[in-house]
């Protein structure tokens, strides 16, 4: 089955640092998102792209994160500088949206656990 | 704006008892629907959606849901849970058709007593 690949799993890092979170999505795929998970706020949405293009990052903490896709084939989320809030689970998905034609569900990647100290 | 509402935050059922997760959505427009299951550290994994093609809706596992526009609702259920269904589930709802961008529910966990 194709998988959207994120890494790293894990990273713990100290405050103050930068944390780049990378994401491959599926190939054939046009839009991808990024989600913040905590058990406080649950699943958040940072940032989407549609076609490399980013759709809305309203989500996003503008002053620290920052989200590219420098191809299809990557996608990118970066901290600087990282805080202690930002301790939570980072998720990618990606998944093929044609419009109002179609939409064939959004495949999600395992994460990557940030843990900032 | 789209929003979606799950109602209870934790059920708990017996093995082999019907499992029902309520799930609500806002807008008079049908969007797309989605469910999710997250086992504990892992990813969320797609159980079924509904792109306006028939009302009920198969999916992994067992699970279906029946999208109702007159209740804007779309319940999942299972007709006799698994000790292997405890997990968060996740109601989600395409802001619109044609953005995609897709707004979570605050997640049910499902228990499964033997």
């Known amino acids: 089955d194709a998988r959207v690949t994120q890494t790293p799993r894990h990273k713990v890092t100290e405050m103050g640092q930068e944390v780049t979170m990378r994401c491959q999505p599926i190939?054939?795929?046009?839009?991808v998102f990024w989600y913040r998970q905590t058990m406080m706020q649950g699943l958040e949405l940072l940032a989407y792209?549609?076609?490399?293009?980013?759709?809305?990052d309203s989500g996003m903490p503008k002053d620290r994160f920052s989200a590219e896709m420098p191809d299809a084939t990557l996608a990118t989320l970066k901290i600087q500088p990282s805080e202690p809030r930002d301790s939570a689970v980072y998720f990618c998905?990606?998944?093929?949206?044609?419009?109002?034609?179609?939409?064939?569900?959004?495949?999600f990647g395992s994460g990557t656990r940030l843990t900032v100290v | 704006a789209q929003s979606v509402t799950q109602l209870g935050s934790h059920v708990s059922v017996s093995e082999g008892a019907l499992v029902l997760l309520r799930c609500n959505y806002s807008?008079?427009?049908?969007?797309?629907l989605f469910w999710y299951v997250q086992y504990p550290n892992q990813g969320l994994q797609l159980l079924l959606k509904?792109?306006?093609?028939?009302?009920l809706v198969k999916g992994i596992n067992g699970f279906e849901a029946e999208f109702k526009k007159s209740e804007t609702s779309f319940h999942l259920t299972k007709p006799s849970a698994h000790m292997s269904d405890a997990a968060e589930y996740f109601c989600?709802?395409?802001?619109?058709?044609?953005?995609?961008?897709?707004?979570f529910g605050q997640g049910t966990e499902l228990s499964v007593k033997p």
């Open positions: 792209f549609r076609n490399r293009a980013p759709l809305d």
């Open positions: 190939l054939g795929h046009n839009t």
């Open positions: 807008s008079s427009v049908p969007p797309y």
């Open positions: 998905a990606s998944g093929l949206v044609l419009g109002t034609e179609a939409n064939y569900g959004y495949t």
């Open positions: 989600a709802v395409t802001e619109t058709v044609a953005s995609g961008k897709l707004i």
């Open positions: 509904y792109t306006s093609a028939a009302t």
